[in-house]
């Protein structure tokens, strides 16, 4: 008789797997699971766009996986991989932009989670060859830093990866061109923040453009500010936190 698998079944199957994995790793897959919910909510990655991942000790990172949407995503459907990007463990493949995470990771030690998502003002940004430096906003300087735009390639080459690398150890929000945004850092939450933050500053910065221009900050204010930045990174390198 043929063997029907039910979304009983499914959801059996998901928790005996889950139940497999140590508590600290479950806690991260959950948490890719959850973040990944709010980037496809906000409108961040439409369809299967957008690739999300988490070191889980020095040697071990988990992503993930290729074509799926990030709104349907289970914590037993993430991949594990080496730093290298070799498949570990999982049912599905790696998502195949793995290669600018594992440039990030490789060249910044101190970051423990990537978000990359297509973000619609960011992105048109973006598109436009336009960077999001403009010293305008607060907010940005205190918390991703100004936003600087690489040099396009294509997606899911090792061109991505060299593309962004001059940009790697200064930043942490970084445009793609014709492509979309990449933000990194000391855990999960924070990558989605400066993700949700870099948008919203999009979204101002277009908006003042339409409004006549916007009044740069003074100097002795941006220095201030990133001195400001500096103790919010220390802070955050403690634990998601708010400010
Ligand atoms: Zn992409």
Redesign the pocket.
């Known amino acids: 008789m043929t063997q029907y698998l039910t979304h009983q079944t499914i959801h059996v199957d998901r928790a005996d797997l889950e139940s497999s994995f140590p508590s600290s790793e479950l806690d991260l897959r959950r948490q890719l699971v959850r973040f990944g919910r709010w980037v496809h909510r906000l409108g961040y990655t439409p369809g299967t ?3 999300l991942s988490v070191r889980l000790d020095d040697h071990l990172i988990l992503a993930t996986p290729t074509g799926c949407s990030k709104g349907l995503l289970h914590a037993v459907d993430m991949v594990l991989i080496d730093n290298d990007g070799n498949k570990l463990s999982g049912t599905r493949n790696v998502t195949s ?1 793995i290669g600018m995470h594992l440039a990030v990771y490789r060249m910044r030690p101190d970051v423990q989670a990537i978000v ?3 973000p619609p003002i960011a992105t048109a940004f973006a598109a436009c060859g336009k960077a999001l430096d403009q010293p305008i906003c607060s907010e940005i300087l205190m918390t991703t830093g100004l936003v600087p735009l690489a040099p396009y390639a294509t ?1 899911g080459t090792e061109e991505v990866s060299a593309s962004l690398e001059p940009f790697i150890p200064d930043h942490d929000a970084i445009l ?1 061109a014709n ?2 945004l990449l933000t990194y850092g000391s855990s999960l939450p924070d990558a989605f923040m400066k993700t949700e933050t870099v948008e919203h500053f999009a979204q101002v910065c277009l908006s003042a453009h339409q409004l006549g221009g916007a009044s740069p900050l003074r100097d002795i204010d941006i220095a201030k500010l990133q001195q400001a930045r500096a103790r919010y990174k220390l802070n955050a390198s403690r634990g998601p936190s708010c400010r």
């Open positions: 766009a957008g690739n932009e990359h998502t297509h997606t793609l492509h979309g």
